[in-house]
């Protein structure tokens, strides 16, 4: 029997049901396999009055410290933080969790601590797991790599939770070398590539999908934050130079009063949907002639494989794993990060669409069934060398 604690940060809850949608899909299918059993601690980051009182903070309190969550047991414990002090969060997350897994283990003893996101949960999961005497894994997904480890007190903290872990997981093959360049031991670092529902994200009647959202013509569809790193702006610059497409965005952030004011001029040719339900997703992506996604730093995006696998083939930049999803001309095109070649790339595949069970070929591999398997091997393998 495996038993394992995953740590979150990232993890759904009701006042936020689409954040890391990936980690909870992931830790269900680890769940279900026999022999194994999790339970997960999702910290909730709260800092001291007057500042809890902030409605970024204050709507935080209404979160249950315990629930059953689509049948996981989940805790969701408070912690410290300062806003723009960074170097202490972690220390004070494992400051304030470690009562809570010493009183989890009198009834749950988990072998293994599996940590979601290298920033603050990484070096969190280090110190606890250094108290409790269980080995440790942590797993790099993008921003926490190639934006966290820039923060000042903050890098040397990644690289020390890198070196100490029993084990390491990268979304990508790109993502594992940027780790081995940081100084974490290439030897430790497994490539865990992420997972698609393949039966939910499936090709359907494109022109009746996009009947059914009002669409005529071409579609492109971008999803994900609206934040810089992301260029959605560079989406609506491609909108500007394909006049019989419409685009929508799928996603919130800071980045929409800029887009609302670039995309005035477009009229009802770009959408901002904002924050949609995952499951709404598929039908989005389904009917897009495209997904465009011009992020300039990326593990390797969910959302790349989730329009794979409903057939739509995807425009991206060469950032992290892009390579190693866009594998095949049926898959997409790999443009510079500027407008002019991100529009010429959308226009060659909506010219000449790959046919879309060509493209559903290339998400083959993703499966959550795959990833599960492999995480499982992972912990086990940690626990027998601990």
Known sequence: MLRMLTLST????????TLGVF????????????????????????????????????????????????????????F??????????????????????????????????????????????????????????????????????????????????????????????????DMVRLGMPEERIAVHYTG???????????????????????????????????????????????????????GEGPERGALEAMAAPLGGRVRLLGNRPHEELPAYLAAADVLLHPSTAEGLANVWVEALACGTPIVITGAGGAREVVDRPEAGRIAAPEADALAAAVRELVASPPPQEKVREAASRFTWERNSETLAEHLAGLVKRH
Request: hydrophobic share 45%; proline share 9%.
């Open 196 to 250: 698609v529902d393949q039966e939910r994200f499936h090709p359907v009647d494109r022109a009746a999908a996009k009947a059914a959202l009002g669409v005529d013509g071409p579609l492109i569809v971008t999803a994900g934050a609206l934040l810089p790193r992301k260029q959605p702006l560079l989406s609506v610059a491609v909108a500007e130079r394909i006049p019989e497409a419409t685009l929508i965005l799928v």
């Open 23 to 78: 980690v909870e899909r992931q830790t269900l299918g680890l769940a279900a396999r026999d022999g194994v059993e999790v339970e997960v601690v999702s910290p909730v980051g709260m800092p001291p009055w007057p500042l809890s009182l902030h409605p970024h903070y204050r709507r935080r309190e209404a979160l249950p410290e315990r629930e059953i969550w689509k049948g996981l047991n989940v805790h969701r414990p408070r």
């Open 10 to 17: 990232l993890f759904p809850n009701a006042l936020q049901p």
């Open 80 to 177: 410290p933080v300062l806003p723009r002090v960074d170097a202490l969060s972690a220390r004070a997350m494992a400051g304030a969790l470690l009562p809570l897994l010493r009183d989890i283990r009198r009834r749950f003893e988990f072998d293994v601590i599996d940590a979601e996101f290298f920033w603050p949960d990484g070096p969190a999961a280090m110190r606890l797991a250094r108290a409790l005497g269980v080995p440790f894994s942590v797993k790099a997904r993008g921003s926490d790599i190639h934006q966290w480890t820039r923060r000042r007190g903050v890098g040397g903290q990644i690289l020390r939770a890198g070196t100490e872990a029993g084990g390491l997981l990268a979304v990508s093959a790109a993502m594992k070398a």
